[in-house]
Each structure stands twice: as C-alpha cells, then as structure tokens.
C-alpha cells in the first residue's frame, strides 16, 4: 500500500510540474526569431493570438501542436484563414493539417527532444502547413 501511495504522489507532482510548465508557457508566450506569432478566430468571431514555433521543411513553413493546450490548433481546423505575423510582417495563409507521409517527414526533421517531451506531458504532435494565400490587390 506504501508503494501505491508513493507512486500516486509523484504522478501527482509530475502533472504539477507538466501543468505549471504548460501555464508559463501560455501566460509568457516566449517569442523569438524561431517564433510566428498566429491568429486565429474563434467560433464567437473574436480573433486570438498564439506565439508558436517557426517550423521550415521543403520550402513549406509549418507550426505544431506539440503542448496539451491547443485551442489555436482546433480553431484553425473549424476556420484555416489564419492571419500569421511573420518577421514583422503580417500575411494571410491558409491553414492545412497533414498526414501520414508529410507528418512524419516534418516530425523526423523537426524531431522534439526529450526534456521538452517530458515538460509538457508526452502530448501527441500534430502538424499544420501554412500556404500563403494570394492577395486580391491588384
């Protein structure tokens, strides 16, 4: 029965320690070179702002859903017109979920290590290719 109570009680801090790392993440949203800052819009209409990693493979920009946290990632599925501020410059791009082959090309080449797997809780990792859209300007 000790051994029980030792295990729950750190399961407990570990997902302490997942929700505390997933929290400062959220609230601090570290931006960077590395970084895009994405919008999405919400079912309600209101837009939100998400900074995510810059991911580039074959000529093609990508973000991933790599944290528990992810409602961007489900608003850009219900609506994939995304506005995506990219080195100052904001574009209009079309929000694409992949699959099968091109998930696990990005994935091998954009490989997560361990810390940060362990930090945010071993989440699943899904990707979203970004194609810009084109302007209606002439």
């Known amino acids: 029965m000790k051994v029980i109570k030792i295990i729950a009680i750190l399961l407990l801090v570990y997902v302490g320690i997942v929700a505390a790392f997933e929290s400062a993440l ?4 570290p931006a960077g070179q590395s970084t895009l800052v994405i919008s999405t819009t919400a079912e309600d209409g ?4 998400r900074v995510l990693a810059r991911i580039e493979s074959s000529g093609q920009l ?9 409602a961007w990632y489900r608003q850009a599925l219900r609506n994939p017109n995304v ?3 990219l080195d100052g410059e904001m574009t209009a791009y079309l929000a694409v979920p992949v699959t099968d082959e091109e998930h696990n090309r990005v994935d091998s080449e954009h490989g997560l290590g361990l810390v940060i797997r ?3 809780g071993f989440p699943p ?3 979203m290719r970004l194609d810009p859209l084109q302007s209606s300007q002439p």
């Open 46 to 49: 209101t837009a939100n702002d």
């Open 26 to 29: 959220g609230y601090f949203q």
């Open 125 to 127: 990792r899904y990707f």
């Open 62 to 70: 990508y973000v991933a859903a790599n944290h528990w946290p992810r």
């Open 118 to 120: 362990i930090l945010t």
């Open 83 to 85: 506005q995506v501020s």
